[in-house]
């Protein structure tokens, strides 16, 4: 039987994305041995949807497991066998956030797995100034709801998780981000006035940075492009699938079906369009930063 080559994994990849490509490639092995996915639940003393949410990366994997799927698939060669497992032993190691699994709904737990791992992101922000450029005390504003006398223990540790997912930008296999603002979260005073203008400058100082592009919508062309805010995530690996986040008050959307990320794709490039270039926006932020 021919070997299946496992794809490299990035280095800035962590569980979340080792899972997914994990998955990919059990998923190809079982086809490739044409079996269902019934069967193979079977053969792991598990079901069908188990096999599905394998396959899929949503959830951690047995060693076991792997083992005994792999022996199903008919992939015996060590050289084949132990590149798989140590893939799997790798997934299973929890990331950097998984100390703050008490603050992180799960749904919120996949999506900083996901950015980590990514090699590109765009995100259309209607309300507030994306959650990877914002200051410290932007921050604090935001998680204690805009009220100083509810920052406590809790709301300190949100802004230590969000400062600490800005790594991400600084790292020498940092991310591209693409961000989209509409002009009214830059007149949004949140925080007050000092840490709004304290905001647009890091803004200037972190999109004169070649892997960090903002546009900004203005008010006349403001809610035409897209209806809602949402992140597009990419990967290097080829692997796995672009990602869209859709967040809501209760949870959050992860959308990888073609026809989806085609219709958020054609959004993110109306909004870019809609959007002043990112050397006017610079201008836009400098005028109003000087204005505050």
Avoid: C
């Amino acid at each position: 039987m021919a070997t299946m080559g496992v794809p490299g994994v990035a280095p800035g990849s962590g569980p979340t994305a080792r899972r997914m490509i994990l998955g990919t490639q059990l998923r190809r092995l079982r086809e490739r041995a044409e079996l269902s996915r019934s069967e193979a639940g079977y053969a792991i003393r598990g079901s069908e949807s188990k096999i599905s949410r394998i396959e899929l990366g949503r959830v951690s994997f047995k060693e076991r497991d792997v083992t005994d799927l792999l022996t199903l698939y008919g992939v015996i060669d060590p050289e084949e066998r132990e590149p798989l497992l140590q893939l799997a032993r790798q997934a299973n190691k929890p990331g950097w956030w998984h100390r703050y699994n008490d603050l992180l709904p799960k749904w919120f737990d996949d999506y900083v797995g996901l950015e980590e791992a990514a090699s590109r992101i765009q995100t259309y922000e209607l309300l507030f100034v994306p959650g990877l450029l914002q200051t410290e005390a932007y921050a604090r504003a935001v998680a204690s709801h805009g009220r100083p006398e509810a920052v406590d223990d809790e709301v300190e540790r949100r802004v230590g998780l969000r400062m600490r997912r800005q790594k991400v930008l600084a790292r020498p296999d940092a991310p591209r981000l693409w961000a989209v603002v509409d002009e009214s979260v830059l007149h949004r005073p949140i925080g007050g006035r000092e840490v709004l203008r304290a905001q647009l400058e890091v803004l200037l100082e972190m999109t004169a940075l070649p892997h960090i592009r903002l546009q900004i919508i203005p008010y006349q062309h403001s809610g035409y492009a897209a209806e809602g805010s949402f992140t597009m995530l990419r990967f290097a690996e080829p692997e796995l699938p672009t990602i869209i986040y859709v967040e809501h008050l209760t949870g959050a959307l992860y959308l990888e079906k073609l026809e989806e990320v085609e219709a958020y794709g054609r959004a993110m490039d109306r909004v870019a369009v809609t959007a002043e270039t990112p050397n006017n926006s610079r201008q836009l932020l400098a005028k109003l930063r000087a204005e505050l």
